[in-house]
């Protein structure tokens, strides 16, 4: 599982090249938690995201306020294109960036992480 518990840092993807035809489709899964709250927040979502070549694509945002931790526990990375795609998901931590995983994607495959 991996944990945003600070409002500058979010997860991100990224693919290594161009692709040929058809971008790759991101779906995370996640949930909020508020540990100090006496009711405790626990309101899931999934965020849907396209990638965009080279460019990093925020796939899931930071959370809103200090103290919430957003729990993410799957990331699906689709690749709908006709040729093998490398993504890599990394964090984002106020621009420091922390890779999670690289990885080659064949046409029609996933990676589920």
């Known amino acids: 599982m991996i944990y945003l518990d600070n409002p500058n840092r979010a997860l991100e993807a990224v693919l290594a090249g161009a692709v040929a035809a058809t ?13 100090q709250a006496t009711t ?6 999934t965020q ?6 080279i460019t990093d694509v925020t796939i899931l945002g930071a959370p ?4 919430i931790i957003r729990n993410i526990h799957t990331i699906f990375i689709n690749n709908r ?3 093998t ?7 984002d931590d106020s621009g420091t960036e922390t890779i999670h995983v690289r990885q080659s994607i064949a046409t029609g495959e996933s990676l589920v992480y």
């Open 23 to 35: 971008q790759p489709v991101v779906s995370v899964f996640f949930y909020d938690h508020t540990p």
């Open 40 to 45: 405790t927040l626990n309101r899931g979502g």
């Open 48 to 53: 849907v995201s396209t990638l965009n070549g």
């Open 64 to 67: 809103a306020l200090q103290g």
């Open 81 to 83: 294109d006709s040729a």
């Open 85 to 91: 795609v490398t993504v890599t998901v990394k964090m």
